[in-house]
Structure formats: structure tokens, C-alpha cells
């Protein structure tokens, strides 16, 4: 099945810097890479998402990229705020294929300091 | 509003007391999922279902069973909770998953179950 992994599992900015978050996938057969924003004590809500026939997507500050060949897809923040601050999941999924289950990365924990 | 309703939002109980924890959605969609999530293990996938009387094991099944009886509906049930059960739970639902929808998950709020 598939098998995700989400690097760095924390990770500590000053206000305005970028932050990257990198995650890998291991099933080819995945295509649809979202990623989700945790708040502390909230539901996970959608930030941005992906699909496998794209290699970029932007969305103001916030970017994903994918490279199908590596399977690897990374977040990016641009001009961080303190309201960045949250868990960040990735996640991958085959829409396509006879599973429709959705595998989470372990989540990064983005600190923005002012 | 459109949105993904559970209950309850805490419960404390004790080995071996069979409970349910509801998961209701207005949004009309085909795919719905239970997580729980635990702390450094992220979101891990318990059961989910693609439609109505059609469910799958995720990732981490054992000792959860689930219902799809109607669209709107998906049940978690614990027939004998133990302390390992204790977590956060989340339900989530999303149109039916192809390249053509749009595949966001709605999440509920969250129950938070302790297994004593």
C-alpha cells in the first residue's frame, strides 16, 4: 500500500522567511496530492492541493510542487506570518484506482516566530 | 451550512463498554472516512467508504467496525474499547474521488474518546 513521509517534523521560522515542507510517496499509481492545515484544537481544513498532471500550483503565499519521477511533493510558504503557525499534513491518493484511501503524512509543526 | 457533524465531541469510558460515535454530513457525499489521530502518528485511516453499504479497512482497523446504511450516515463503532483507543477521532467526506471532482475532505470537529 501506500506509504508517506513528511520531513522536517517540526519546524521554527522568523516572520516573513519561506518554509518548505517535503513530502515523498511510495505507490506511482498515487495522483492527487493535497495538504491540509491543522490549527491547535481545530479539524484539518484544505490549504491546496495537486494532481499528478501538474507540476506547480500557486495560491498566493502558498505553493505546492510535485515531481512525479522522484515521488515528492513539497509545500512552500512564502512571507510568513504568525497565523502560519499550525500542523501541515500531506497526503496522497489514487482516485483512480479500486482504493479510495487517503494516506496522511505524519504532520509538521510550523512555528512562525514575530 | 454545509458540514460534517459528530457526536459526542468527548467521551470517558471504560474497557470493554460497547459505544458509537455518530458521523452525520448535509453535503451529499458519496465518500466518507473515519481517522484517529494520536500524537507523532499523524492521521491514520481507519475505515472508509466509497458509497452506500460499500466499506474498506484503512490502515488501522482492528477493533473498529463502521456501517453505510445511508448516504449521510457513517457510524464508528468500538463493540469492546480498550486504553489503546484512546485518541482523537476525526470523520471526513468528500465527493466521490475521480480526476473530475473536487476532492477536498470535510472534517468534523473531532471526539475525543478516553478509554479508562
Known amino acids: 500500500g501506500e506509504n508517506v513521509e513528511q520531513h522536517p517534523s517540526t519546524l521554527s521560522v522568523q516572520e516573513g522567511d519561506s518554509a518548505v515542507i517535503k513530502c515523498t510517496y511510495s505507490d506511482s499509481a498515487s495522483n492527487y496530492f493535497p495538504w491540509y492545515k491543522q490549527e491547535l484544537g481545530k479539524r484539518p481544513q484544505l490549504i491546496i492541493d495537486?494532481?499528478?498532471?501538474?507540476g506547480e500550483k500557486k495560491d498566493q503565499r502558498i505553493a505546492v510542487t510535485l515531481n512525479k519521477t522522484a515521488k515528492h511533493f513539497s509545500l512552500h510558504i512564502t512571507e510568513t506570518q504568525p497565523e502560519d503557525s499550525a500542523v501541515y499534513f500531506c497526503?496522497?491518493?489514487?482516485?483512480?484506482?479500486?482504493?479510495?484511501?487517503?494516506?496522511f503524512g505524519k504532520g509538521t509543526k510550523l512555528s512562525v516566530k514575530p | 451550512e454545509a458540514q460534517v457533524t459528530q457526536n459526542p465531541r468527548y467521551l470517558i469510558t471504560v474497557t470493554g463498554k460497547k459505544l458509537t460515535v455518530t458521523c452525520s454530513q448535509n453535503?451529499?457525499?458519496?465518500?466518507m472516512s473515519w481517522y484517529r489521530q494520536d500524537p507523532g502518528l499523524g492521521l491514520r485511516q481507519i475505515y472508509y467508504s466509497m458509497n452506500v453499504e460499500v466499506t474498506d479497512k484503512g490502515d488501522v482497523p482492528e477493533g473498529y467496525k463502521v456501517s453505510r446504511k445511508e448516504k449521510r450516515n457513517f457510524p464508528l463503532i468500538l463493540e469492546s474499547p480498550s486504553p489503546n483507543q484512546t485518541s482523537l477521532y476525526f470523520c471526513?467526506?468528500?465527493?466521490?474521488?475521480?480526476?473530475?471532482?473536487?476532492?477536498?475532505?470535510?472534517f468534523g470537529p473531532g471526539t475525543r474518546l478516553t478509554v479508562l
Open positions: 497526503a496522497a491518493l489514487n482516485y483512480g484506482g479500486s482504493q479510495g484511501n487517503l494516506i
Open positions: 453535503m451529499n457525499h458519496e465518500y
Open positions: 471526513a467526506s468528500s465527493l466521490f474521488p475521480t480526476s473530475a471532482t473536487y476532492n477536498e475532505q470535510f
Open positions: 495537486i494532481r499528478s498532471n501538474v
